[in-house]
């Protein structure tokens, strides 16, 4: 059975390294370049006419625009990341829609990083460009025109959104390549890897999964596994033989487990449907689940996972003959 990767997990590891965007950032600053003397071609031939020589000019262009510019870069990196982490981003759904909600909920940073960063970028642009004669006149006319102002934000703006959304879709991409490889068959390259993945190539589920316990490490078969949740940022399951530490994560086990036994009811836990007994509705739109497997334990579902629900228990119960379902719904909804 083909298991597509259903859940991305962020681990950002290209913006955690964020010397990684120096050819990046390079490439972003010649095209820059090679797209202002194709637009403006009088102003940048009246630019190089104003320095000495062609050494002049790169010279000028490397420590005037280049270099200040790796702190803007350095500096997005940095907002990016604590913006993941403050809204607690830590994976995202495969669909069109949580892909776009992902890219929209960074305009706002985009659009509030000059702020950060124009006091060190346009300062350190002045020492560079202008060592090792500091006029002042010239840093008034030059350079504190673009400082806090609606020209120096237009000005900028475009740059760091073009900066900003090629950071965050590499990383995305490259994440998505890490999860990829961690689904496939071990002995599948990255290619074959996303080859299968686009043409839904049939693969097997995970069945046996490496938990701990107090004497070390140990093997469950996923078919025992009542539950799968994270508690405090650690990974436990609810097996039979009792509940154990696990160490992948929500977003690693959702992608490896047979989606017809196994459903993530939200970003807490992953139920096993064999052994669902009911549900009801609770509050606010939100829904408990029970297992007879886990007494005591109220699973809570938002009401936007209903419909995934319905549709994973029909083709669970379908598949395998089970108890039926019990529906506790005073709000009517079935």
Same mark, same amino acid.
């Given at each position: 059975?083909?298991?597509?990767?259903? +859940?991305?997990?962020?681990?950002?590891?290209?913006?955690?390294?964020?010397?990684?965007?120096?050819?990046?950032?390079?490439?972003?600053?010649?095209?820059?370049?090679?797209?202002?003397?194709?637009? +403006?071609?009088?102003?940048?031939?009246?630019?190089?006419?104003?320095?000495?020589?062609?050494?002049?000019?790169?010279?000028?262009?490397?420590?005037?625009?280049?270099?200040?510019?790796?702190?803007?870069?350095?500096?997005?990196?940095?907002?990016?990341?604590?913006?993941?982490?403050?809204?607690?981003?830590?994976?995202?759904?495969?669909?069109?829609?949580?892909?776009?909600?992902?890219?929209?909920?960074?305009?706002?940073?985009?659009?509030?990083?000059?702020?950060?960063?124009?006091?060190?970028?346009?300062?350190?642009?002045?020492?560079?460009?202008?060592?090792?004669?500091?006029?002042?006149?010239?840093?008034?006319?030059?350079?504190?025109?673009?400082?806090?102002?609606?020209?120096?934000?237009?000005?900028?703006?475009?740059?760091?959104?073009?900066?900003?959304?090629?950071?965050?879709? +590499?990383?995305?991409?490259?994440?998505?390549?890490?999860?990829?490889?961690?689904?496939?068959?071990?002995?599948?390259?990255?290619?074959?890897?996303?080859?299968?993945?686009?043409?839904?190539?049939?693969?097997?589920? +995970?069945?046996?999964?490496?938990?701990?316990?107090?004497?070390?490490?140990?093997?469950?078969?996923?078919?025992?596994?009542?539950?799968?949740?994270?508690?405090?940022?650690?990974?436990?399951?609810?097996?039979?033989?009792?509940?154990?530490?696990?160490?992948?994560?929500?977003?690693?086990?959702?992608?490896?487990?047979?989606?017809?036994?196994?459903?993530?009811?939200?970003?807490?836990?992953?139920?096993?449907?064999?052994?669902?007994?009911?549900?009801?509705?609770?509050?606010?739109?939100?829904?408990?689940?029970?297992?007879?497997?886990?007494?005591?334990?109220?699973?809570?579902?938002?009401?936007?996972?209903?419909?995934?629900?319905?549709?994973?228990?029909?083709?669970?119960?379908?598949?395998?003959?089970?108890?039926?379902?019990?529906?506790?719904?005073?709000?009517?909804?079935?």
């Amino acid at each position: 059975m083909h298991q597509p990767v259903k +859940t991305l997990e962020l681990n950002r590891s290209f913006l955690r390294k964020p010397l990684s965007g120096i050819a990046i950032l390079f490439i972003i600053v010649v095209l820059y370049e090679l797209l202002s003397w194709a637009i +403006t071609p009088e102003t940048r031939l009246s630019f190089y006419n104003n320095s000495e020589s062609f050494t002049s000019y790169l010279f000028n262009w490397l420590f005037g625009f280049y270099l200040p510019e790796l702190v803007t870069l350095y500096i997005l990196v940095i907002l990016v990341n604590k913006f993941h982490t403050l809204f607690k981003i830590n994976e995202l759904t495969l669909s069109t829609k949580s892909i776009l909600q992902y890219q929209a909920s960074f305009l706002p940073l985009f659009l509030t990083a000059y702020f950060f960063f124009i006091p060190i970028t346009l300062h350190l642009r002045f020492f560079l460009r202008e060592f090792p004669e500091y006029d002042m006149l010239r840093y008034q006319q030059r350079y504190l025109v673009y400082f806090y102002t609606v020209e120096g934000y237009i000005s900028y703006t475009p740059f760091v959104i073009l900066l900003g959304y090629i950071l965050l879709n +590499t990383s995305l991409i490259l994440d998505f390549l890490q999860n990829l490889r961690k689904v496939a068959d071990p002995s599948d390259s990255v290619f074959s890897a996303f080859a299968s993945f686009a043409t839904g190539t049939p693969r097997t589920y +995970t069945q046996l999964i490496e938990a701990k316990m107090s004497t070390g490490d140990t093997l469950l078969s996923v078919e025992d596994c009542y539950l799968f949740e994270t508690v405090s940022g650690e990974y436990f399951v609810e097996h039979r033989t009792g509940r154990f530490t696990v160490s992948k994560s929500l977003a690693e086990l959702e992608n490896e487990l047979d989606p017809q036994r196994f459903f993530r009811g939200n970003r807490n836990y992953i139920l096993n449907l064999d052994f669902f007994d009911s549900y009801s509705y609770w509050e606010k739109g939100k829904y408990i689940l029970y297992s007879r497997k886990l007494p005591g334990k109220q699973l809570i579902m938002p009401r936007a996972r209903m419909q995934s629900f319905k549709e994973a228990l029909e083709s669970n119960r379908s598949a395998a003959p089970g108890p039926k379902v019990t529906l506790a719904d005073p709000q009517g909804n079935s």
